[in-house]
T-cell receptor
Framework: DVKVTQSSRYLVKRTGEKVFLECVQD?????MFWYRQDPGLGLRLIYF???????EKGDIPEGYSVSREKKERFSLILESASTNQTSMYLC???????????FGPGTRLTVT | GENVEQHPSTLSVQEGDSAVIKCTYS??????FPWYKQELGKRPQLIID?????GEKKDQRIAVTLNKTAKHFSLHITETQPEDSAVYFC????????????FGTGTQLKVEL
């Protein structure tokens, strides 16, 4: 059974802070993704990675960066958090593309 | 890049009725079309998917149809039950765009008793 976990369910940060969101999957999946989910906008892809140390920009990468040093772990970094980055952040992984993506439980980030 | 439009944004049906959600996509090269269901407070989960070499796929009460010429695909749920109440997302994947998924904006389905 695939398990994708995220470091926090809820997070409150102040404007300008550096924020780390971590995602871990236990199924040896090559592909990992970071999305943000906002009401009425669906799921929008921020960054994705096909392999360790590889990263690709998604549709809304501005203000974010990522790190993938190990196959099972994919981190999303907000270098200087802003209020418009208040959102639900979802991580996902898949064994191949295009193929089923397994999502984590999400992190609700509030930036004040 | 790919653009996926989804309609309606909300849908209310009586228990036992059918529900249909429609999506259109812009890139004719897209070849994989999954549907995800997200219950309140839960993570999205795949419920059915279809690839471009197939016109229709069924799984019990759920079916998906694909019309490549018109560039649209639909989710059909028959004999709806209260546990079908959720947000449903369609998506499309394009080989020339890293095979990433582009999602629609979601449909809130409410099944009323």
């Amino acid at each position: 059974d695939v398990k994708v976990t995220q470091s926090s369910r809820y997070l409150v940060k102040r404007t300008g802070e550096k924020v780390f969101l971590e995602c871990v999957q236990d199924m040896d999946h090559e592909n990992m993704f970071w999305y943000r989910q906002d009401p009425g906008l669906g799921l929008r892809l921020i960054y994705f990675s096909y392999d360790v140390k590889m990263k690709e920009k998604g549709d809304i990468p501005e203000g974010y960066s990522v790190s993938r040093e190990k196959k099972e772990r994919f981190s999303l970094i907000l270098e200087s958090a802003s209020t418009n980055q208040t959102s639900m952040y979802l991580c996902a992984s898949s064994k191949a593309v295009p193929y089923e993506q397994y999502f984590g439980p999400g992190t609700r980030l509030t930036v004040t | 890049g790919e653009n996926v439009e989804q309609h309606p944004s909300t849908l209310s049906v009586q228990e036992g009725d059918s529900a249909v959600i429609k999506c259109t996509y812009s890139d004719s090269a897209s070849n994989y079309f999954p549907w995800y269901k997200q219950e309140l407070g839960k993570r999205p989960q795949l419920i059915i998917d279809i690839r471009s070499n197939v016109g229709e796929k069924k799984d019990q009460r759920i079916a998906v149809t694909l019309n490549k010429t018109a560039k649209h695909f639909s989710l059909h749920i028959t004999e709806t039950q209260p546990e079908d109440s959720a947000v449903y997302f369609c998506a499309a994947s394009t080989p020339g765009d890293g095979n990433k998924l582009t999602f629609g904006t979601g449909t809130q389905l409410k099944v009323e008793l």
